[in-house]
């Protein structure tokens, strides 16, 4: 029989869960760029301690050498992406008439009533949200910049992190500290570094398979199919639904390239996704397929799009924590494909059983 202590203390834990979920909703404005700025440091630290460990070069400016890189790429990323989304909305009057032209045709195949084409303002809803996207560039651009000043301060404030973690715990606490450190940090980082590797190649691939076939404002799609990529099952569904349609409404009534796009994608998203990526990431992330989607909708409310995106590396952060609390432990066991842990997942971490090999990763990593 469940005692009532217990009963309790599990309701307080969901409370506790939900409260934390609302404040995390309610102040995406400042917590998102902050989240953002932690995972993107796990793939451009190894780049500032390449530049001041092997090359000797001051971290201040390795940092300031990374950051321009970084920086540069974001500013040519946006103009052209925003480019393109202008240069879409003011092609929509022509791919308009384009979709009544194919609707009105189907209608009368189908003898179906000609209200519905009426009643169906997809343009109208497609209008007003590419200009609330045009309208909401500022917002963007200035949560970006915060990110970016989030991320100086913790690639600056890196290399203070182990001492004051020392002086703050006692030592077998910060050995576990660091330990757990040291596994997050390697896993987000080479799952955020090959996710980042792939999905440029499979934009790429598609923007050039586009502008073979001659499917317009191909770049927008490339882009758009790169940052997709990131969402686990349903961004490539997504994102081959939208171009496939865009394809179809600019040949119609010729299926031969919309059917070419089609293929070019289906075997591109195949060939990275399904093969080339598991083999860089030497497997899954032992994470259930369930886990994912429930992820994808629990961060998804919190953040909206943005929080789809960081959904997988957060829940691997979390399902880490989880595998080194006894008490919690049951349930990272839960969230995993029921396999066995692969060498870096085999048990909880304990100060008294780590070996050589993790504490130089922790050191690396702190």
Same mark, same amino acid.
């Given at each position: 029989?469940?005692?009532?202590?217990?009963?309790?203390?599990?309701?307080?834990?969901?409370?506790?869960?939900?409260?934390?979920?609302?404040?995390?909703?309610?102040?995406?404005?400042?917590? &998102? =760029?902050?989240?953002?700025?932690?995972?993107? /440091?796990? @793939?451009?630290?190894?780049?500032? +301690? #390449? !530049?001041?460990?092997?090359?000797?070069?001051?971290?201040?400016?390795?940092?300031?050498?990374?950051?321009?890189?970084?920086?540069?790429?974001?500013?040519?990323?946006?103009?052209?992406?925003?480019?393109?989304?202008?240069?879409?909305?003011?092609?929509?009057?022509?791919?308009?008439?384009?979709?009544?032209?194919?609707?009105?045709?189907?209608?009368?195949?189908?003898? &179906? =009533?000609?209200?519905?084409?009426?009643?169906? /303002?997809? @343009?109208?809803?497609?209008?007003? +949200? #590419? !200009?609330a996207l045009s309208r909401q560039f500022v917002d963007f651009v200035r949560g970006l910049i915060l990110m970016v000043l989030f991320l100086i301060f913790l690639l600056f404030e890196r290399p203070q992190l182990r001492p004051k973690v020392r002086k703050a715990f006692q030592t077998r606490t910060t050995q576990k500290i660091f330990a757990i450190y040291a596994h997050i940090a390697r896993q987000i980082g080479k799952y955020l570094t090959v996710k980042l590797l792939v999905s440029t190649a499979t934009g790429s691939l598609v923007w050039l398979s586009l502008v073979i076939v001659g499917v317009e404002f191909a770049f927008l799609w490339g882009v758009l199919t790169f940052f997709f990529n990131f969402m686990p099952n349903i961004g490539s569904i997504i994102i081959t639904i939208a171009i496939e349609t865009f394809a179809i409404l600019q040949f119609h009534p010729s299926v031969a390239e919309p059917a070419a796009a089609l293929i070019a994608m289906f075997v591109i998203q195949q060939i990275l996704g399904n093969i080339v990526e598991p083999t860089l990431l030497g497997g899954k992330l032992n994470l259930s397929p369930v886990v994912i989607i429930f992820s994808l909708v629990i961060w998804g409310w919190i953040w909206g799009v943005m929080g789809m995106f960081l959904a997988v590396p957060l829940i691997v952060a979390i399902k880490i924590v989880m595998e080194n609390i006894p008490f919690l432990h049951p349930a990272a066991i839960l969230m995993g494909t029921g396999r066995p842990f692969e060498s870096s997942e085999k048990k909880p971490v304990s100060p008294e059983g780590r070996n050589s090999k993790e504490a130089a990763e922790s050191n690396e990593n702190l």
């Open positions: 029989m469940i005692r009532p202590e217990r009963v309790t203390m599990i309701f307080l834990g969901i409370l506790a869960v939900l409260a934390v979920l609302a404040v995390l909703h309610l102040t995406a404005s400042i917590v &998102l =760029p902050l989240v953002t700025a932690i995972l993107v /440091s796990f @793939v451009v630290s190894p780049g500032v +301690s #390449l !530049l001041h460990k092997k090359m000797k070069i001051p971290r201040p400016v390795a940092i300031s050498l990374v950051m321009l890189v970084l920086m540069s790429l974001m500013f040519l990323f946006g103009l052209f992406f925003y480019s393109s989304v202008q240069s879409l909305y003011q092609q929509l009057p022509k791919y308009s008439g384009k979709f009544t032209a194919i609707v009105s045709s189907f209608l009368i195949k189908f003898d &179906l =009533p000609k209200d519905f084409l009426e009643e169906f /303002s997809w @343009v109208r809803t497609l209008s007003a +949200s #590419l !200009l």
